[in-house]
Nanobody
Framework: EVQLVESGGDLVQPGGSLRLSCAAS????????MYWVRQAPGKGLEWVST????????RYADSVKGRFTISRDNAKHTLYLQMNSLSIEDSAVYYC????????RGQGTQVTVSS
C-alpha cells in the first residue's frame, strides 16, 4: 500500500522560506518520478513540480520557477520541496504524489503565507 506523509507546512510571512518533506513507503520509491501538487482554498489541484527517478531532471510550474526547488533522497525514501520568496498566492495545502494529477497523494501539509 502506497503511503505518503507530508510535513513541514507552517505559517510564514511573505518573503519567507519553508522546506516540505514527504516520507514515502509501500512502493519502490527510487523507481518512480515524484510530484508536488497543491490546492488553494476554493480551487482545484495544481501541479507544482516533478522530479525524475534519479533526481537529475526537474520541472516546475511557471508560478514557482526560480523560487522552489524539488529534490529527493532515494536512500531515505523522502521527497523535498524547498520554497523561497513565498508569496500570499503560495498559500495552499501541499501534497506529494505519484502522478501529476495528484490522484495518489498524501494527506497534505498546510502552508499559509500571511503578514
Amino acid at each position: 500500500e502506497v503511503q505518503l506523509v507530508e510535513s513541514g507546512g507552517d505559517l510564514v510571512q511573505p518573503g519567507g522560506s519553508l522546506r516540505l518533506s514527504c516520507a514515502a513507503s509501500g512502493f519502490t520509491f527510487s523507481g518512480r518520478p515524484m510530484y508536488w501538487v497543491r490546492q488553494a482554498p476554493g480551487k482545484g489541484l495544481e501541479w507544482v513540480s516533478t522530479i525524475s527517478t534519479g533526481g537529475s531532471i526537474t520541472r516546475y510550474a511557471d508560478s514557482v520557477k526560480g523560487r522552489f526547488t524539488i529534490s529527493r533522497d532515494n536512500a531515505k525514501h523522502t521527497l523535498y520541496l524547498q520554497m523561497n520568496s513565498l508569496s500570499i498566492e503560495d498559500s495552499a495545502v501541499y501534497y506529494c504524489a505519484t502522478d501529476s494529477a495528484g490522484s495518489e497523494r498524501g494527506q497534505g501539509t498546510q502552508v499559509t503565507v500571511s503578514s
